[in-house]
């Protein structure tokens, strides 16, 4: 069974940067899309980068184009999301997000939160 570990939120002035990390484990990763989403109070789950595991093929929200970059490290069996130029706006719940035709294993999430 999929495992999914989202590390890396905090606290982080509206300019500043962060990373989250996300440790996969349960399963050999192959073609699996992994994904970054993220939920704003009040507001519905969104969709804010992705990669195929095998090859790297990225994908991003237009929200966070040029600012975030998605990146995995196959070694460590881990991806990341280097958030850079933070809005108070980014301020959510990040969570990983794993699967090979949908998302059906998610982690935790994790708390980043942008002050202005």
């Known amino acids: 069974q999929v495992q999914l570990v989202e590390s890396g939120g905090g606290l982080v002035q509206a300019g500043g940067s962060l990373r989250l990390s996300c440790a996969a484990s349960?399963?050999?990763?192959?073609?699996?899309?992994m994904g970054w989403f993220r939920q704003a109070p009040g507001k519905e789950r969104e969709f804010v980068a992705s990669i195929v595991w095998n090859g790297g093929f990225t994908n991003y929200a237009d929200s966070v184009k040029g600012r975030f970059t998605i990146s995995r490290d196959t070694s460590k069996n881990t991806v990341y999301l280097q958030m850079s130029s933070l809005k108070p706006e980014d301020t959510a719940v990040y969570y990983c997000?794993?699967?090979?035709?949908?998302?059906?294993?998610w982690g935790q999430g994790t708390q980043v939160t942008v002050s202005s």
């Open positions: 997000a794993a699967g090979l035709y949908e998302y059906d294993a």
């Open positions: 349960g399963r050999t990763f192959g073609s699996y899309r």
